[in-house]
């Protein structure tokens, strides 16, 4: 039961990268196994290790977590960072979801061709700016505290210091509409295990690459796993 998080993934984002971001917010330290041969993916699935075949993988108290909602949220509430209650819970799901969908929007940018990234670099600035953070914008307005739920630091506000950051990756203005999302990146940032995660050196992830996206063509073949990344 004991022993730090083993996380079983490529060496790059993905749906690896929200479960980092968690763990490291909670102070936790954790080992990886980089995915890089389509062997080692073979013998995971062999083991009976991927439920759904489907990495990530998450060893922790003796299970063998996959899907990467399920294991967030075990990680949020063993870590005291899912509310209080049943009603504090629905809220950092839903702003959980809203995140999880504006970073949908830039999880297969890798993969697409120059056309497409044009595209979908687009799309994502444009629901950024228009659906999401202004939603996000009006819950810490109307809320009048630091978090978007209670008075107390969550997933919900990891989840949105990752969105917020991997937006401004691709377009550096996108809060200057919104004070207070930027007083909250400012704030949150300044958390200590966050501050730490963000410096360099830590097992936070580089913006994907090339050789990110051959790793993961080269362990699934190019076939219909390249979703899971």
């Given at each position: 039961m004991g022993g730090k998080p083993k996380l079983y993934y490529f060496d790059g984002r993905g749906k690896m990268e929200p479960i980092r971001w968690l763990l490291a917010a909670a102070g936790v330290e954790f080992d990886e196994e980089f995915l890089e041969t389509r062997e080692q993916y073979e013998k995971l699935l062999q083991d009976g290790d991927l439920l759904f075949q489907q990495v990530p993988m998450v060893e922790i108290d003796g299970m063998k977590m996959v899907q990467s909602r399920?294991?967030?949220?075990?990680?949020?509430?063993?870590?005291?960072?899912?509310g209080k209650d049943l009603k504090e819970?629905?809220?950092?799901?839903?702003?959980?979801?809203?995140?999880?969908?504006?970073?949908?929007?830039?999880?297969?940018?890798?993969?697409?061709?120059?056309?497409?990234?044009?595209?979908?670099?687009?799309?994502?600035?444009e629901k950024a700016t228009k659906r999401y953070f202004p939603v996000y914008e009006k819950v810490l307005k109307d809320h009048g505290q630091d978090f978007l739920v209670g008075n107390q630091f969550s997933w919900a506000d990891i989840h949105l210091l990752e969105a917020i950051l991997m937006v401004e990756e691709k377009a550096c203005d996108t809060l200057s509409e919104f004070p207070h999302l930027q007083a909250f990146k400012a704030k949150i940032s300044n958390i200590?295990?966050?501050?730490?995660?963000?410096?360099?050196?830590?097992?936070?992830?580089?913006?994907?690459?090339?050789?990110?996206?051959?790793?993961?063509?080269?362990?699934?073949?190019?076939?219909?796993?390249?979703?899971?990344?």
């Amino acid at each position: 039961m004991g022993g730090k998080p083993k996380l079983y993934y490529f060496d790059g984002r993905g749906k690896m990268e929200p479960i980092r971001w968690l763990l490291a917010a909670a102070g936790v330290e954790f080992d990886e196994e980089f995915l890089e041969t389509r062997e080692q993916y073979e013998k995971l699935l062999q083991d009976g290790d991927l439920l759904f075949q489907q990495v990530p993988m998450v060893e922790i108290d003796g299970m063998k977590m996959v899907q990467s909602r399920a294991i967030l949220r075990y990680i949020a509430a063993k870590y005291n960072l899912y509310g209080k209650d049943l009603k504090e819970q629905a809220l950092i799901d839903m702003y959980v979801e809203g995140t999880t969908d504006l970073m949908g929007l830039i999880l297969m940018y890798p993969f697409l061709s120059s056309e497409d990234k044009k595209k979908q670099l687009a799309t994502f600035v444009e629901k950024a700016t228009k659906r999401y953070f202004p939603v996000y914008e009006k819950v810490l307005k109307d809320h009048g505290q630091d978090f978007l739920v209670g008075n107390q630091f969550s997933w919900a506000d990891i989840h949105l210091l990752e969105a917020i950051l991997m937006v401004e990756e691709k377009a550096c203005d996108t809060l200057s509409e919104f004070p207070h999302l930027q007083a909250f990146k400012a704030k949150i940032s300044n958390i200590p295990t966050i501050k730490k995660f963000l410096e360099p050196g830590s097992q936070r992830k580089p913006v994907p690459d090339d050789r990110y996206v051959e790793t993961v063509r080269r362990v699934f073949q190019a076939y219909h796993d390249v979703k899971a990344t």
